[in-house]
């Protein structure tokens, strides 16, 4: 979603702005802008669409040591050239960017108004300049602290003053900022992917902190006035690169990534030859571990269809009740929280508003929530203090996919350290750790043969609708082919359990539909054989997923996919990779723009 970058230095700004701006662009966006301060004057250029209009239309030659820039993702107002930001009150002498959501604006505005202000934006961003300016009477810090007394909302606020070129403030509540720090130069970003090329060292501010940065210094104090104390932290080395390499789009290459990223998840967590793991962030001990009563893991989208095949695995094999929640939901219905239960959080970008809404529900009522995250520092993982990380790398296309076998990875490690102090003996326990530490192989064996996708992809291509289907661990499998095929392609389809298909959407067949069946060779299999015959029978064109050597499976298929063997608790880990080359495929038979999906951000951060 929207981006902040800011800078104060020796170096011209510009370039610097410019260039975390692109390396923004993942988060999704649709507009972008930037504000330079230079001769006591703030020069402000934005534009509707990529941050390559805005590269042309910025004077890149222009001096200025001092700017901010943004990357808007509509919320309040359409996507036009005023209510991109930054915003400027009336005189042009005061400009903010802002990530969030303002909740008070209307009142704020009608007062604002009632005193001779007038509105160049439908945002509601606009009354942070407004505001600030009331309150300024040469002293920037006061202005922006007595300003945010009065605003009610989560924000990432960046401001800066033509009267002071060589200051920045930055204040957040509920939307990340993160300080980095260079060598007689200074960098505030949004994340922490603009700021690599720069610094590695970083202060995450908290909420309720208001930081003045210049190209020496950066001082903070809470909102109240009383003092922020923040440590300097490390980023940690980024894995893998950050460029397409030999691939067309980052969607390819993150799932030709998988093996590493997998193999990074596992590394030093598996035990083989005791059949257990260990996982140094969760700061469990065996006998916690037997006391825990229930588990409860929370996510969205594509986390959300991992946490469903971790909750899966962890009350079939551990035998623990698990559930999955939809973090969205969770938070607004008054969960009833066990103080004793484990809740897990899921989320790749670490940031995403539901989850972290979800988390704090949690934590409010006694409960404790480890994390299972990506980004290292994000606000997720620094708001649970315990979990694990995935170790995914950076993760660019919108659509996730690395990140998903990561995460299903790290809880398929944590349901074997649990079960194995509860009902895994010790032959089954070393069969699992022994099958886990092989899943990179496996992925790569399947990534080198990966069978007719783009003969699936002709019977997608063009169809009104398409349906997925899979029973167990393969239904949360079916869901995310789904969500892969609506978020890249466009294609209308839905994911059902084979065993709800007579309660509705069998109507739905008709000659040619396509169905696209997981079928691995587990306990299911046999019924998701009758469910594959009932479609077939209606004239559904049918691509199977399926075990190699399943000849039963492959004789149903319009299409059959054949995927390598591996212990039936991992297939998920196996059958997506099919679902994810074929959205893939089907988006650029259909020209889509695969890594920057219409309306979608890599991170969601407001609600
Ligand atoms: C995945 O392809 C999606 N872009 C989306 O569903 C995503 O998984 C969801 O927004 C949650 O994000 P998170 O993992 O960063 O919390």
Known sequence: ??????????????????????????????????????????????????????????????????????????????????NAHPHCD??????????????????????LAADGVTFASETDTEVLPHLIARHYAGDPHEAVLKALQEVRGTYGLVVVFADHPDLIIAARNGSPLVVGLGEGENFIASDSHALVRYTRRVIYLEDREVACITATEVNSVQLDGSDAIHTVEELEAIYGSEDKGEFPHYMLKEIHEQPESIGRCLRGRILPDLGSARLGGFDMSPRDLTEIPRVTILGCGTSYHAAMVGAMAIEGLARVPAQAEIASEFRYRNP??????????????????DTLGGIKEVVTKGGRVMGVVNVVGSTIARTCGAGVYIHSG??????????????????????????????????????????????????SEYLAEPGPIEEAVRHLVGARYALFMGRGLSFPVALEGALKLKEIAYIPCEAYPGGEMKHGPIAMM??????????????HREKMISNMQEVRARGAALTVIHSRGDLKAQSLASVSIPVPRIHTLLTPLISVLPLQLLSYQAALALGKDIDRPRNLAKSVTVE
């Open 510 to 523: 008709e000659p040619g539909t396509p169905v696209i069946a997981i079928v691995p060779d587990d306990q």
């Open 394 to 443: 950076p993760e660019v296309a919108v659509a996730s996919t690395k990140a998903f076998t990561s995460q299903v990875t790290a809880l398929y490690t944590f349901t074997l350290m649990l079960a194995r102090t509860r009902t895994l003996g010790p032959h089954d326990a070393v069969e699992l750790a022994r099958a886990l530490v092989s899943v990179p192989d496996v992925v």
């Open 1 to 82: 979603m929207c981006g902040i970058v800011g800078y104060v230095g020796p170096r011209k700004a510009t370039p610097v702005l410019l260039d975390g701006l692109r390396r923004l662009e993942y988060r999704g966006y649709d507009s972008a802008g930037v504000a330079l301060v230079d001769e006591g004057a703030i020069a402000v250029t934005k534009c509707v669409g990529r941050v390559g209009n805005l590269i042309e239309a910025v004077d890149d030659t222009a001096g200025g040591n001092l700017g901010i820039a943004h990357t808007r993702w509509a919320t309040h107002g359409g996507v036009t050239q005023p």
């Open 90 to 111: 009336m005189t042009g002498r005061i400009a903010v960017v802002h990530n969030g959501i303002i909740d008070n604006d209307e009142g704020l505005k009608a007062r």
């Open 336 to 353: 009833v929280i066990d103080p004793k239960a484990l809740f897990m959080a899921v989320s790749q970008s670490g940031e995403t508003a």
